[in-house]
């Protein structure tokens, strides 16, 4: 299979009817061998003008089948005065391609003049082989490619599977909606919590059970949560002096101290000292823990100043402390009937 390629190369001279003074454009167009999409490049000379003339190359019009690739490139003038430039085209057609039409402009001091490219035209060959009939050339669709040549089954299966997914989306999308999220119990504050457990310590009649040991427990453990609530600093797992010295620093009354001294004490002479306080202590005990959670309120303290006093509860308090444990079971010698030993 041969290419054919055919070219031209035209040497023309266009000169000025009357008065042009002996002025001649001449164009040359080359290679001699092209194809479709080749470039050429156009030679135009103006010679037979005088010194002082301004010699203006035009730009060549797009035609679509011939395109310049850039502005005219302008050559140094010859020793004759031969003004010269050079155009780089490209071909996009097939056949006998006439070039742009153009005119030089030529200006003197006695007039200007306008002087047209001579008509070239070039043969062009295609890149098609010779046999090729280009009425007849079919057009074929993509090899293996998913285009335009779906067959009637594939386009139903991509729609049942597009409504598929659309319908799943939706499903999804009503039942994410009717799913809430579970509604948390409000947080109550650390007063009413403690009132509360409270209300149900008394409500389980430990007291008329004969379980004191439990009643006093439960009693210094709701205490104990309560001030654990009200600051991370009075922890669960402190002593009955540690705590009582931590609340006696941070802001807490002294009359409100000295009943949480007796409170925790008390609970801990029955809890650890088995000693078993009547039915009527335990209901006093009860009313004066409520009434010790009701009433507490925490003060704001001024630091004290700088001292060289070593950490501890003060002397006066470690006396309270102590009398307030002595005052916890001071009444059993006067109800001896409702007293019981947990000795055999």
Do not use: H
């Amino acid at each position: 299979m041969s290419w054919v390629a055919v070219a031209l190369l035209m040497l023309t001279v266009q000169a000025v009817p009357g008065g042009g003074g002996g002025v001649e454009v001449r164009a040359i167009v080359a290679p001699d061998s092209l194809r479709i999409g080749d470039r050429i490049t156009l030679s135009v000379e103006v010679s037979g003008v005088t010194a002082g003339a301004e010699v203006v190359f035009p730009q060549l019009p797009d035609s679509g089948a011939v395109v310049a690739l850039g502005p005219p490139l302008l050559l140094p003038v010859e020793a004759d005065g031969t003004r010269s430039a050079r155009y780089e085209l490209a071909v996009w057609s097939v056949g006998v391609v006439p070039l742009p039409e153009a005119e030089v402009r030529i200006v003197t001091e006695a007039a200007e003049l306008l002087i047209a490219v001579p008509a070239l035209t070039v043969d062009v060959a295609s890149v098609l082989p010779e046999a090729a009939d280009l009425d007849t050339l079919a057009w074929g669709p993509p090899a293996d490619v998913v285009g335009g040549n779906w067959s009637t089954q594939e386009k139903l299966a991509a729609g049942g599977l597009a409504l598929t997914l659309l319908l799943a989306a939706v499903l999804y999308a009503r039942r994410r909606a009717s799913v809430q999220p579970p509604l948390l119990p409000p947080v109550q504050p650390p007063r009413a919590r403690a009132l509360a457990a409270l209300e149900r310590l008394a409500a389980a009649g430990l007291a008329e059970a004969g379980e004191l040991k439990g009643l006093y427990s439960a009693l210094s453990y709701i205490v104990r949560e309560f001030l654990a609530d009200t600051d991370p600093a009075w922890r669960v797992d402190l002593t009955t002096a540690e705590l009582v010295e931590a609340v006696s620093r941070d802001g807490l009354g002294e009359r409100r101290q000295r009943a949480l001294a007796g409170l925790l004490a008390g609970a801990d002479l029955v809890k650890f000292a088995r000693r078993r306080p009547s039915r009527a202590q335990a209901a006093r005990a009860l009313d004066a823990t409520r009434r010790w959670i009701v009433e507490f309120e925490r003060v704001v303290v001024e630091p004290p100043p700088e001292s060289e006093a070593e950490p501890g509860l003060a002397p006066e308090l470690l006396d309270a402390l102590l009398a307030a444990m002595d005052d916890v079971f001071a009444g059993e010698a006067e109800e001896p009937e409702e007293t019981e030993s947990l000795e055999p």
